[in-house]
């Protein structure tokens, strides 16, 4: 067991000396797959994980390593409003294997996502939920249709999720990635007041406009940031000097 595992360690050291070298994030899924084939994962996926409700989450993707008709189906039936590996991976920093999500407990939406995974051959996959301050929580994602993980693997799948999405980060933060969009006028007032600590219905009163209208506009802010809470939007509008404190 100890070769094993010494063999496991010089796997991950390896791979990290290689995803820094790495020239795309289309090679980063090829060095994890390369590491893991041998647990039985065929698949991968690093991600950022905004609200559910997006309509562009793609755009989220680090890198990409889902099977082609998979990623294709998941994202014609908008699969990833139901997710409830995406759901779980927001709210907890713990890695888990999918069958630790419990059936019972799963909507209908849920179980057509897991089905419907199954049938495009990932019967079983781990995530690796990762939260950063000051940033979206994200999730390392490897799957296939049979695993076989002894328990020193899970320490390995863990190192190679965290080395991947750094590696991954920087090719997001290259040059030409897209720039977050302005705030307006009125919604760069609102998310001032926000800042110092005023309430939906409070800004209504203070600029004369209904609180449904004040709900609104913070919202919208919120997806032009793909934020998760308040507070991580007025730390994005801080950043690009929207508002200030």
């Given at each position: 067991?100890?070769?094993?595992?010494?063999?496991?360690?010089?796997?991950?050291?390896?791979?990290?000396?290689?995803?820094?070298?790495?020239?795309?994030?289309?090679?980063?899924?090829?060095?994890?797959?390369?590491?893991?084939?041998?647990?039985?994962?065929?698949?991968?996926?690093?991600?950022?994980?905004?609200?559910?409700h997006v309509?562009?989450?793609?755009?989220?993707?680090?890198?990409?390593?889902?099977?082609?008709?998979?990623?294709?189906?998941?994202?014609?039936?908008?699969?990833?409003?139901?997710?409830?590996?995406?759901?779980?991976?927001?709210?907890?920093?713990?890695?888990?294997?999918?069958?630790e999500?419990?059936?019972?407990?799963?909507?209908?939406?849920?179980?057509?996502?897991?089905?419907?995974?199954?049938?495009?051959?990932?019967?079983?996959?781990?995530?690796?939920?990762?939260?950063?301050?000051?940033?979206?929580?994200?999730?390392?994602?490897?799957?296939?249709?049979?695993?076989?993980?002894?328990?020193?693997?899970?320490?390995?799948?863990?190192?190679?999720?965290?080395?991947?999405?750094?590696?991954?980060l920087?090719?997001?933060?290259?040059?030409?990635?897209?720039?977050?969009?302005?705030l307006?006028?009125?919604?760069?007032?609102?998310?001032?007041?926000?800042?110092?600590?005023?309430?939906?219905?409070?800004?209504?009163?203070?600029?004369?406009?209904?609180?449904?209208?004040?709900?609104?506009?913070?919202?919208?802010?919120?997806?032009?940031?793909?934020?998760?809470?308040?507070?991580?939007?007025?730390?994005?509008?801080?950043?690009?000097?929207?508002?200030?404190?």
């Open positions: 067991m100890k070769v094993v595992i010494k063999e496991a360690l010089l796997d991950i050291f390896d791979t990290a000396k290689r995803l820094d070298r790495v020239p795309s994030p289309g090679a980063i899924v090829d060095e994890l797959c390369a590491c893991t084939a041998r647990y039985g994962f065929t698949a991968c996926l690093i991600t950022r994980l905004p609200v559910p309509t562009n989450w793609q755009e989220h993707i680090l890198a990409n390593g889902w099977p082609p008709e998979w990623y294709a189906h998941y994202n014609a039936h908008r699969l990833y409003r139901h997710d409830p590996c995406a759901e779980r991976s927001r709210k907890t920093a713990v890695p888990f294997f999918w069958h999500l419990d059936r019972r407990s799963l909507s209908q939406p849920a179980k057509i996502v897991m089905d419907a995974a199954r049938e495009f051959g990932l019967r079983e996959g781990i995530c690796v939920p990762l939260h950063l301050p000051f940033s979206q929580p994200a999730t390392v994602t490897f799957a296939g249709e049979f695993l076989d993980v002894p328990p020193y693997a899970s320490f390995v799948v863990q190192a190679l999720a965290h080395l991947a999405f750094h590696s991954a920087r090719f997001a933060e290259r040059p030409n990635h897209a720039e977050q969009p302005a307006s006028e009125r919604e760069r007032e609102i998310l001032q007041w926000v800042a110092a600590g005023k309430t939906a219905w409070e800004i209504a009163k203070i600029l004369g406009i209904s609180r449904h209208t004040a709900s609104t506009h913070l919202r919208n802010i919120r997806q032009k940031y793909d934020a998760a809470t308040i507070a991580h939007t007025i730390v994005e509008a801080l950043r690009h000097h929207e508002i200030q404190l």
